[in-house]
Nanobody, 127 residues
Framework: QVQLVESGGGLVQAGGSLRLSCAASGRTFNRYNMGWFRQAPGKEREFVAALKWSGDITYYADSVKGRATISRDNAKNTMYLQMTSLKPEDTADYYC????????????????????WGQGTQVTVSS
């Protein structure tokens, strides 16, 4: 069982930056693929970024590529999402997720690729 707690959300002006954190419980954090998803008001939850358990492979949605960096600190059981050049369309609730890799068979871009979810942190980008 893994519990995930997001933090770092808030109100930021367009063009600004922020760093979201996802703190995980448990001693096997380094065995999980980790991902970020977001859900804007009235829209479906969508993939943002993911990082394989090995820490050497990252994935990004086209909408954030070049503006987002996903990383993890296994010693701190924490994952991060650094976002720059924020746009009003980045406004959403951001969720972190953890999933067992199962030998690379999981689709880290899909919600079904994850087993555990946090409660979300709200990000609002003003124009």
């Amino acid at each position: 069982q893994v519990q995930l707690v997001e933090s770092g959300g808030g109100l930021v002006q367009a063009g600004g930056s922020l760093r979201l954190s996802c703190a995980a419980s448990g001693r096997t954090f380094n065995r999980y693929n980790m991902g970020w998803f977001r859900q804007a008001p009235g829209k479906e939850r969508e993939f943002v970024a993911a990082l394989k358990w090995s820490g050497d492979i990252t994935y990004y949605a086209d909408s954030v590529k070049g503006r987002a960096t996903i990383s993890r600190d296994n010693a701190k059981n924490t994952m991060y999402l650094q976002m720059t050049s924020l746009k009003p369309e980045d406004t959403a609730d951001y969720y972190c997720a953890a999933g067992t890799d199962y030998g690379g068979s999981r689709n880290v871009r899909a919600q079904y690729g994850y087993d555990y979810w946090g409660q979300g942190t709200q990000v609002t980008v003003s124009s």
